[in-house]
């Protein structure tokens, strides 16, 4: 499915999902959302027990109007692709083809600053940041590899991440720790 079905789909089953449309939703959320950004889905979530997608989807709606949750995939995963990490857009371009050719039931959904992958989860994370591309891994807790460090600030299912520069580092090994993230997911 592609990014903006899956919103329409979310958006079209709210009520049925959550009890509340998203009118009632926006309604219910904007007088006692945090002003402050840093946390508001995590807020959601702990508030009225949602999930990741709910509440980045109602917060969305909040922010832009559902702009950028509705935002067509390749001008998402474009922007990211600029200025100092414009030279990464060769390599975001072969992870992503190696990650889709791990199977059919691979969905990509770009967001504003990253691409997540799904399987029946988010599996794996993409991100570009100051020249490097951090790669998110769901991986089952405690994995250990060299090539893993643990994500500050992570989300509930990604805690580890892999940083490469450049297409030569997107190995066997790597794509191993991608195929696990991936079987587990």
């Known amino acids: 499915m592609d990014p903006k079905a899956y919103v329409e789909k979310m958006i079209a089953t709210l009520k049925e999902r959550t009890g509340?449309?998203?009118e009632e939703w926006?309604?219910?959320?904007?007088?006692?959302?945090?002003?402050?950004?840093k946390g508001r889905v995590k807020w959601l979530k702990e508030?009225?027990?949602?999930?990741?997608?709910?509440?980045?989807?109602?917060?969305?709606h909040l922010e832009d109007g559902g702009e950028q949750m509705r935002g067509e995939a390749p001008s998402l995963v474009d922007a990211q692709y600029t200025k100092e990490n414009a030279a990464l857009r060769p390599v975001y371009d072969d992870l992503a083809a190696r990650i889709q050719a791990l199977g059919a039931d691979v969905a990509v959904r770009p967001c504003k600053t990253y691409v997540p992958f799904y399987?029946?989860?988010t599996f794996v994370s993409v991100r570009p940041f100051k020249g490097k591309l951090h790669i998110g891994l769901a991986v089952p807790e405690g994995t250990e590899h060299q090539?893993?460090?643990p994500i500050e600030k992570g989300s509930e299912?990604?805690?580890?991440?892999a940083v490469v520069t450049a297409l030569a580092e997107i190995d066997d090994e790597l794509m191993g720790l991608?195929?696990?993230?991936y079987e587990v997911n």
Do not use: C, D
């Not at 926006?26 to 950004?37: G, S």
């Not at 299912?157 to 991440?161: D, G």
């Open 20 to 22: 509340k449309s998203m």
């Open 26 to 37: 926006l309604a219910e959320v904007r007088e006692t959302l945090p002003a402050e950004k």
């Open 47 to 60: 508030t009225y027990g949602m999930g990741q997608n709910t509440a980045m989807l109602i917060l969305g």
């Open 119 to 121: 399987r029946h989860k």
């Open 147 to 149: 090539r893993l460090s």
């Open 157 to 161: 299912r990604i805690k580890v991440e």
């Open 178 to 181: 991608i195929r696990q993230a």
